[in-house]
């Protein structure tokens, strides 16, 4: 149920639980919460402003609690050989289960390009060389050279569902992580699909996000002219990228999100698992003595077998 705002601060606000009446302290940031005393969810109305627009879509959650705390356990335990071993040991713990606030945005890309672009063609050469008897002979081979012409244009494409974070707590590349989410799946926002779940507020402001997806897009652009070059290779690839049509949409994403605690000298770890695909995502600390262990091992299996090589010249 929408809740009207009492008091607030900066950091949190008062609201009243609409069914027992309870005070409530909610942070400044969270969109929805739920009573302690009545379990009855509550939900912020607060007046848009040009960095907390209200929700335009939503995409649902699809994997529950059970699935998500499985998928980072199998994480934690999979990791790489060279994860401290009390990382691999840890037991995640559930922070929450939060519809995170992102936007979406898209944009029709114009790009003027010029490229070096390479088309390879073959040759036979004569040559000659020494045979085991240490006589000259003449013989053949086929060489693959490459011709190079200068190619420039005009590149026009759609670039849609580009996606960045709009929260401080979590990065736009640890979202990225967890990447892609089904858009096919958004729904018109409304309060009744955030009951009885945490939704966070952005507390990224709009200009930093779309400079964000600005730059994601244009990054986007490159990679799809590398791919769109004739030819069997390029290079000197140069161009210069428009953005017209931009829109952005304030979205809130499904996320699962876990802390493991895996020393006591050192900070958690965060862990992300898109709530939608089940797709675990976070950074895994590294044994510097694995590391150690694995270099001086490299290092001593070249050495033995330059021992070998160097015996076996006599």
């Known amino acids: 149920m929408a809740t009207d705002l009492a008091n607030s601060t900066s950091d949190q606000l008062e609201i009243s639980c609409q069914s027992c009446g309870a005070k409530l302290v909610l942070g400044a940031h969270l969109r929805s ?25 939503l995409v649902g959650f ?10 980072v356990k199998n994480w934690v335990a999979g990791s790489h050989i060279f994860a401290r071993s009390d990382f691999k040991a840890a037991v995640p713990e559930l922070t929450r289960g939060v519809y995170l606030p992102a936007y979406l945005y898209g944009a029709v890309a114009n790009t003027r390009y010029s490229a070096s672009i390479g088309e390879n063609y073959t040759v036979t050469e004569t040559y000659t060389t020494t045979d085991s008897k240490g006589k000259t002979v003449t013989r053949t081979r086929t060489v693959t050279k490459t011709e190079w012409r200068p190619l420039a244009g005009n590149h026009c494409c759609y670039v849609l569902d580009v996606l960045v974070s709009a929260s401080q707590g979590v990065t736009n590349a640890a979202l990225e992580a ?24 952005p507390s990224r402001s709009q200009d930093d996000c779309f400079r964000l997806a600005h730059d994601e897009t244009i990054a ?6 590398k791919n769109f070059m004739p030819g069997d290779s390029h290079s000197n690839l140069e161009y210069q990228t428009d953005l017209t049509h931009e829109v952005i949409d304030l979205v809130l994403l499904p996320i699962w999100t876990y802390a493991v605690r895996y020393a006591e000298d ?11 695909t089940g797709r675990v995502a976070g950074k895994v600390p590294v044994s510097a003595a694995k590391v150690t262990f694995a270099v001086v091992g490299v290092l001593l299996l070249i050495g033995i077998l330059f021992l070998l090589f160097m015996a076996a010249q006599g």
């Not at 699809?62 to 998928?71: I, L, N, P, R």
């Open 62 to 71: 699809v994997v529950d609690h059970e699935h998500a705390t499985k998928a």
């Open 220 to 225: 986007k652009v490159g990679t799809m002219l």
């Open 266 to 276: 050192r900070p958690p770890i965060q862990i992300l698992v898109n709530g939608q």
């Open 178 to 201: 967890v990447e892609p989410f089904d858009l096919r799946a958004l729904r018109r926002y409304a309060d009744s699909f955030i009951s009885g779940w945490l939704a966070e507020e």
């Open 33 to 57: 919460t739920l009573c302690p005393y009545c379990a009855s969810p509550s939900i912020v109305s607060r007046p848009p402003s040009p960095n907390r627009p209200s929700p335009t879509f």
